[in-house]
């Protein structure tokens, strides 16, 4: 209990406003400060907006940095959406928070913020220092919420709802209701003098984390930001850009990839690579797509990137055979699209998911020891297999001018 304890002083520690004045930088010190994006969740819409409603909304930070921002979005909304009082603490356990960490985040110096439909802002920087690897709560209100709500459907962690504003509250016990969603919140940044850069992984369900266990961060990206952390990669922000049942190139399951590549990735701070690993919802739907469709919406995505400065790795669509939709035709568009992101020489880097996660029986099908049970899924140890695969030094991206 004294151990617990000790480790929530030190995380409120963590939280205080520094009022002392830094020391002066060092002749030819580097003083430049970034922002960079510590944790993302793409957003889609998530049916109707209920007014009066407060959220209390659990993340798992990847890099640590200082001034904390909140992203919120009302992307999918088709009215003006108010805020009036948003905080940010650290979990104790539950919905109570480390006794001291709770503070209210502000809006151009003002407590509420309206968003416009089909928008998004930013808060103030809050003075501090945020650790790496915290679970980060952010508290919300509306009081006017109404017509389709904005946010990430599959959390795959338990957060909490009120009834009226208590977000202001550190214990948990107005805080009743549970939900497994992130209402309105899709990014978290902070800011650092390091040369520290951030990967966002463009994915589906797989990205997303479905099949991992539940409220252990179990999702291959955050097994890569725990990677990141030990061997002190200049990359330390992880946003999460996976959205269950996406497609490259069609809307559904939110928007395609080619169509939220700019909200969902490249407007994240800090992002130094895109990490594409989409696909497999395109060729087993069966609505015609081909190699050559998947291949063209991978070329454009890996052009946009470029284009802002991004490196792009592409990984290969994992074996799915067993899954219900799974046939030879949709196995040979899998296969004659895998060998062009290995050869076509378009990415920057290339992870090859497929080699990692198919049985050496058959080459269709995932290891059992990595099969979350559906043959499309990866269970924990597949999606730490996923993450122990990935090449560090082509996450750190430095692209050339000309390109």
Known sequence: MRARLAGAAALCAALTVVTTPQAAAAPGAASATHDVVTWAASADRLGEGTPGLAYRLVVRTSAGGSDLRVR????????????DSVWAG???????????????????GADSVTVPAGATVLSDPLPGRRPAGANLVVSLHSPDAAGPATGHGMAMQTSYTARGDHTAEEDAANWTGTTGSWFYLDAVTVRT?????????????????????????????DYLA????????????????????????????????????????????????????????????????????????YRQIVARAHAAG??????????????????????AVRQEVN??????????????????????????RMLPVFDGGDHLHPNDKGMQAMADAVDLTALACARRSER
């Open 310 to 331: 991004k490196c792009v790795v592409g990984a290969t669509i994992a074996p799915f055979k067993g899954w219900s939709e799974w046939d030879s035709a949709a196995e």
């Open 193 to 221: 003098t390091d040369p520290t850069g951030a990967v966002a992984a463009l994915g589906d369900s797989i990205t997303d984390g479905w099949q991992s266990t539940s409220g252990l961060d179990r999702r291959w990206p």
């Open 90 to 108: 650290i979990q104790r356990s539950g919905a109570a928070l480390v006794p001291g960490s709770n503070r209210r985040l502000t809006f151009g």
């Open 226 to 297: 725990r990677r990141l952390q030990r061997t002190g990669s200049d990359v330390r922000g992880v946003a999460n850009a996976g959205i269950s049942g996406n497609k490259v190139l069609a809307d559904g399951a939110g928007q395609s990839a080619v169509n939220r590549l700019d909200r969902d990735v490249l407007s994240l701070p800090g992002v130094r690579t895109v990490f594409l690993f989409e696909g497999v919802n395109d060729l087993k739907a069966h609505t015609g797509v081909t190699a050559a469709d998947l291949v063209a919406g």
């Open 72 to 83: 919120l979005s009302n992307a999918f909304g088709d009215r003006p959406l108010t805020l």
């Open 339 to 364: 060998s062009f992101i290995r050869t076509g020489g378009e990415f920057d880097a290339v992870t090859d998911f497929d080699r990692i996660l198919r049985s050496p029986y058959d080459a269709e």
